[in-house]
């Protein structure tokens, strides 16, 4: 079996990468991309550490991450609705032009 | 370890006879094992185009291919050297990679199938205890698939071609699903292999035919063949997703197809009738693969009857056919075979022995009836429908006869 | 099944580890979008292939279900609908350089203060070979002892985020 700590690196790495996507990209649907491989990295060390703390009596690991899909579903969902009307008023996805709210 | 059966025993056989380390001989038999499930599909689809064109030439008053080798068998081959011979094209401005990718992917998505289909008693690729939901996970592979050729040709009509095939594919991925929960509730196993094991006894076709029903339905739908065959309609649009392939390529697309269709046989006959079951497969393994693919030769040539006998339908008309008649009926049809199961376990008819046929026959009896009874449902709800549609375009019609 | 020290596993993590990083990078490097969302699906089956590494095939299956089958789909919809802003001349913004800084300073942070410790820990001996059943997944989330409550809000989540969605998706008229 590969060691734990091998798993949390691997985790570790792409969460970093998501979220230097969530903050350097520039068009919105990247950034949403970016926020599902930072989900993904949460499920993996999920299910790494229910694989490698109580794995017979428990299942709280992989029911944590079966949530998690349910709420990365609901805001990719939400997010390219979101997007898309943004795209319909604006003319735009680039983050930086949607900014009314901004001071 | 004896080395008389050859199938069963070949990593220990390999390791005893040629002296090789058992770890290199489990390799080698893991890897032998995957190249022929995997082959095996393929070499099946090269009969599979004879069969077909034979088929529908029958259908349509032809006699098919009859040129090539005895009964036109070599058919296939002629086709594919002639493919082979094809300039192979990619259009300018095309993203190459996902281009070339698509069709491999297409291909790639109907073969992991096979991973878990039993072929016989013995023979499975892989018993996943997941079997059921490994089957519609790869198969939404496909869809990816289909977009990737769409957008990658750089082509509107071929753009536009996988829209219309992708709100298809997802569309009916819907009641697939919901009509396969239907076996795996039955069996009381998400695994091909106890799916095929409770079957023993009764096949699941004469317990729950709607679900059968369902499934069938939407996996033709899958497949994108006729009558749900919009992303082709070689006759009124342009080939769709795949218009820019040619050669190989595009022989790729067709090849999983065809392979999709059978597939989908095979799976019926997994999940509906029995997979390998029957008379001495216990005694000789190797006839259940004759008895699966009998079976699944049977769902297959009803698919094909379907392609050819049926006319295409609209694109409204087959989202209406889904979310309006399918994926409700699906859904009530779940419900139902939940609820008549509780039933059957409260006033204790379910068999001592799942495996004997005789004891079977009550909760068959049951479900059957409840069945029976949705089918009269859903029938009386259309026909309620579609008279009044009926009585409301008469009454508009009526005045201008009035006027004749 | 060994070859030496090189399991097939470490081969096969090696190999799901360079499917998942570096479709990561291809997500975040990509110019092209539709590229970017082919890059995000193959980090998202590398994904599911650690799952199975983790005995967790229910996972790997809904992960590939889920992600590549829905939501791939969906982003590639969305990429496509918003088609004059797939090809940005320039993919980042002004403070890629910050973020790049903040990104490796919280991996080195990660590394430094989470995994290190933990290096060489919880090796091959200590964790147990058998792990619980898709079957008993099912019955945790069906039953009042187990997390039939949040399912039931899962499902609601579900629900509210689709009629949300068509809502705010909607062309008004």
Known sequence: MVPLWMFLTVAAALFVIGAYGVLARRNAVAVLMSVELMLNAVNINLVAFWRFSDPVASVSGQAFAAFIFVVAAAEAAVGLAIIISVYRSRYSVVVDDVDMLKW | MECRDIINTFAPCLSDTLGVSTDLANFLSITLGVLIVATFPLLVTILLIWVERKFAARVQDRIGPNRVGPFGLFQPFADVIKLLGKEDITPAGA????????????????????????????????????????????????????????????????????????????????????????????????????????????????????????????????????????????????????????????????????????TNGVLMAVLFTGGYIGPFVDQIPLLGLVYLLAKASIWYLLSLLMRNALPRVRIDQLMLFNWLFLVPVSIINLILVAFLMFVIRELGLQPDDPRDFVQNIPQTVVLLLGNVALLIGTLTVIRNRFRAERLAEQSTMLPAQAGD | ???????????????????????????????????????????????????????????????????????????????????????????????????????LTAFLLLMVTVIVPTWGEMGAEEIPPTVASTAQLGEAFFSGWGYVLPLEVASLLLTAAMIGAIVIAREDD
């Open chain 2, 95 to 262: 993203d190459k990679w996902i281009y070339n990718a698509s069709p491999v992917v297409m291909v790639m998505a109907v073969l992991l199938i096979w991973a878990v289909i039993p072929l016989t008693p013995v023979h499975v690729g892989v018993d996943l205890e997941i079997g059921a939901l490994y089957f519609v996970a790869v198969a939404s592979i496909g869809t990816l698939s289909v977009i990737m050729a769409g957008w990658a040709s750089n082509n509107k009509y071929a753009l536009l071609g996988s829209f219309r095939v992708v709100a298809q594919l997802i569309s009916y991925e819907v009641p697939l699903a919901l009509a396969l929960l239907v076996p795996v509730m039955l069996a009381g196993s998400m695994s091909m292999v106890g799916i095929v094991e409770a079957q023993t006894g009764m096949w699941f076709v004469f317990m729950v035919p709607v679900s059968a029903f369902l499934f069938f339905i939407s996996s033709q739908a899958e497949t994108g063949r006729a009558p749900f065959d919009l992303l082709e309609a070689e006759s009124e649009l342009v080939a769709g997703f795949n218009i820019e392939y040619s050669g190989m390529k595009f022989a790729m697309f067709f090849a999983g197809e065809f392979m999709h269709v059978f």
């Open chain 3, 1 to 103: 099944m060994t070859f030496g020290d090189f399991t097939p596993e470490a081969f096969a993590f090696g190999f799901f580890t360079i499917l998942t990083l570096g479709g990561a990078f291809g997500v975040v490097g990509s110019r092209n979008l539709v590229r970017s969302a082919v890059w995000l699906m193959v980090s998202l089956f590398g994904i599911a292939g650690f799952f199975v590494l983790l005995s967790a095939p229910f996972l790997a299956a809904v992960q590939v279900l889920v992600y590549i089958g829905a939501i791939g789909i969906l982003i590639t919809f969305a990429i496509m609908l918003t088609r004059s802003m797939t090809n940005l001349k320039e993919r980042f913004n002004k403070q890629w350089w910050l973020a790049a800084l903040a990104a």
